[in-house]
């Protein structure tokens, strides 16, 4: 799949862009704060209608103005084209259409257009709070199974029911398991289908990063929950009185993270920089070669400032991973170093463009 144009008007700094890509590597370079990873985030935006950074909607609308519109058109790799426009509007909420027609509900657009994203925050994935983790897992997730987004949207409505009666003091037995019965036949999916998810990526993972690290290192990730010795049903019903304490639910799938390992030791606790960039970075490219098997078609991938913290040694490995066009298609990178993507450029014979980025303005300069 490739993104062949897109418009843009009043997204973040950029007051209005129309522009073509390559369908093999698009190479945006500047200053940082001249609009690179903004660009990123507009693409972001028409595949997930949200951006990658966690801020709100009204956010991404330029400084002044009172609405934005993102539209761009979309080709699959058997060459079928679809236009999409998705636009934010103050007081008014999020638009969303496909081809003309407004969906019914934003959740049938994600997966439809497959993205892979590596950015600065990735090292958050790491040292971050586990929220972080579960909502890199629901992403990737969603993308590929419809039913598990829609057991997540099922799940965390009945855990917000839950959580007002919670708050409320209520303690009627029956009023609980109407509402925990929902919430177990979705964790069920959900628990599932994570420990499915990481059971495909780790050996992806564990690859990606050796070749990425020179095999300095071994690297591991591990699914925990609290649903692998217990039922939901079982955790909701042991932990109702201690629950109503707190005012919140204290168990379920909610609480599910990922842990992270080189050679046996927490990569969170005692990972360099340089460590951690590069198990992130070797995360997103197996995330890649998941979806791409998982969809049947080959992703997006944006690479926004992917070489900072890195050594040159590391540098020039991952240059060499992503420098094949055969494998990773249509792909978006940014540096403030035009050698980085000179070098990268260099090593590829598909088709590329580079674009020269400042202050929200673009210019093709090879």
Same mark, same amino acid.
Request: with cysteine; glycine share 8%.
């Given at each position: 799949?490739?993104?062949?144009?897109?418009?843009?008007?009043?997204?973040?700094?950029?007051?209005?862009?129309?522009?073509?890509?390559?369908?093999?590597?698009?190479?945006?370079?500047?200053?940082?704060?001249?609009?690179? =990873?903004?660009?990123?985030?507009?693409?972001?935006?028409?595949?997930?209608?949200?951006?990658?950074?966690?801020?709100?909607?009204?956010?991404?609308?330029?400084?002044?103005?009172?609405?934005?519109?993102?539209?761009?058109?979309?080709? =699959?790799?058997?060459?079928? %084209?679809?236009?999409?426009?998705? +636009?934010?509007?103050?007081?008014?909420?999020?638009?969303?259409?496909? !081809?003309?027609?407004?969906?019914?509900?934003?959740?049938?657009?994600?997966?439809?257009?497959?993205?892979?994203?590596?950015?600065?925050?990735? =090292?958050?994935?790491?040292?971050?709070?586990?929220?972080?983790?579960?909502?890199?897992?629901?992403?990737?997730?969603?993308? %590929?199974?419809?039913? #598990?987004?829609?057991?997540?949207?099922? #799940? !965390?409505?009945?855990?917000?029911?839950?959580?007002?009666?919670?708050?409320?003091?209520?303690?009627?037995?029956?009023?609980?398991?109407?509402?925990?019965?929902?919430?177990?036949? %979705?964790? *069920?999916?959900?628990?599932?289908?994570?420990?499915?998810?990481?059971?495909?990526?780790? &050996? @992806? $993972?564990?690859?990606? #990063?050796?070749?990425?690290?020179? !095999?300095? *290192?071994?690297?591991?990730?591990?699914?925990?929950?609290?649903?692998?010795?217990?039922?939901?049903?079982?955790?909701? %019903?042991?932990?109702?009185?201690?629950? $109503?304490? /707190?005012?919140?639910?204290?168990?379920?799938?909610?609480?599910?993270?990922?842990?992270?390992? /080189?050679?046996?030791?927490?990569?969170?606790?005692?990972?360099?920089?340089?460590?951690?960039?590069?198990?992130?970075?070797?995360?997103?490219?197996?995330?890649?070669?998941? /979806?791409? *098997?998982?969809?049947?078609?080959? &992703?997006?991938?944006?690479?926004?400032?992917?070489?900072?913290?890195?050594?040159?040694?590391?540098?020039?490995?991952?240059?060499?991973?992503? =420098?094949?066009?055969?494998?990773?298609?249509? $792909?978006?990178?940014?540096?403030?170093?035009?050698?980085?993507?000179?070098?990268?450029?260099?090593?590829?014979?598909?088709?590329? $463009? /580079?674009?020269?980025?400042?202050?929200? !303005?673009? @210019?093709?300069? +090879?």
């Amino acid at each position: 799949m490739i993104l062949k144009n897109i418009d843009i008007l009043n997204f973040k700094n950029i007051a209005a862009a129309t522009l073509d890509f390559s369908p093999g590597v698009n190479c945006l370079l500047g200053m940082n704060g001249m609009g690179k =990873s903004n660009l990123l985030e507009a693409i972001h935006f028409l595949s997930m209608v949200r951006p990658m950074s966690p801020v709100t909607d009204n956010a991404l609308i330029k400084h002044g103005e009172d609405m934005l519109i993102v539209k761009g058109e979309f080709v =699959s790799d058997a060459g079928n %084209a679809d236009s999409i426009a998705c +636009g934010i509007n103050k007081g008014k909420g999020k638009s969303l259409k496909r !081809n003309g027609k407004e969906y019914q509900r934003f959740s049938e657009h994600i997966g439809r257009y497959p993205i892979v994203t590596v950015t600065p925050g990735d =090292s958050q994935l790491i040292s971050g709070p586990a929220e972080d983790r579960r909502k890199l897992m629901d992403m990737v997730i969603s993308q %590929a199974h419809p039913e #598990y987004l829609s057991a997540l949207i099922r #799940y !965390n409505r009945s855990l917000e029911s839950r959580n007002r009666m919670l708050r409320a003091g209520v303690r009627d037995a029956l009023l609980f398991e109407s509402v925990e019965a929902p919430m177990e036949e %979705a964790a *069920e999916i959900i628990f599932a289908t994570r420990a499915e998810w990481v059971k495909k990526i780790a &050996p @992806k $993972i564990e690859n990606c #990063y050796a070749r990425l690290s020179g !095999n300095r *290192e071994s690297s591991e990730i591990e699914y925990r929950s609290q649903l692998a010795g217990s039922s939901l049903k079982e955790i909701l %019903a042991e932990r109702r009185d201690k629950d $109503i304490v /707190l005012g919140y639910t204290s168990g379920g799938v909610h609480r599910d993270d990922l842990e992270t390992h /080189l050679d046996g030791y927490s990569l969170r606790r005692l990972g360099s920089q340089g460590q951690v960039k590069t198990f992130t970075v070797a995360l997103r490219l197996a995330i890649f070669d998941y /979806l791409k *098997e998982a969809k049947g078609m080959t &992703p997006l991938l944006l690479l926004d400032d992917i070489f900072d913290k890195l050594d040159a040694e590391r540098v020039e490995r991952i240059m060499k991973e992503v =420098s094949s066009s055969e494998i990773f298609g249509q $792909i978006f990178i940014t540096d403030t170093n035009r050698k980085h993507l000179d070098d990268i450029l260099a090593g590829m014979e598909g088709d590329h $463009i /580079l674009l020269n980025v400042s202050e929200g !303005n673009f @210019k093709v300069i +090879g």
